[in-house]
Structures are given as structure tokens and as C-alpha cells.
């Protein structure tokens, strides 16, 4: 099994895990994404990454660009990568 993590990201639930190889790739970096997915080859692939820090209720939207970039753009890079 393949873990993508971003590299600042906290591992302390995976890394006793054995049988994961880890790898550090913000979703954000298509470089890196797709030299990453061209080296596993993965069959199926779990999207679990997300940023809910947005307050919603929050009029001035505040941190709306981070959000953005890394709900829907990072998601999209995957896609992208995991299709070429």
C-alpha cells in the first residue's frame, strides 16, 4: 500500500503501519504527483485529503484561495494525474 501525505503533514497514525510505504507529495505540486503515481502504478486509488478550516459562516471568506487550492485544485490534479 502507497500513502501520499503532504510533507508537513501529521503521520503519527500511519507510520507504525509496516506495510505503507510513504510518500511525501502536496497534491498541489503536479511535478511531483505525477512522477509519484508514475512510479506506483496504482490500480485504486482513495482520495481522503482535504482542508475544512473554512469557516463557512464566515462573510469575508477568509482563507477562501487556500480552500479552494486545496479542496478542488488538488483534486483535480490527481484526477489528471491518475488518468495519463
Known sequence: MHVL??????LS???DMRSIRLWG???LDVERL????GSVR???IYHLAGDSTLG????ALVGVKESIDHN???SINLFVAANA
Open 5 to 10: 501525505h503532504r510533507p508537513d503533514g501529521n
Open 42 to 44: 496504482s490500480h485504486t
Open 34 to 37: 505525477n512522477a509519484v503515481l
Open 56 to 59: 463557512h459562516l464566515d462573510p
Open 25 to 27: 507529495c502536496d497534491l
Open 13 to 15: 497514525r500511519i507510520e
Open 72 to 74: 478542488i485544485r488538488s
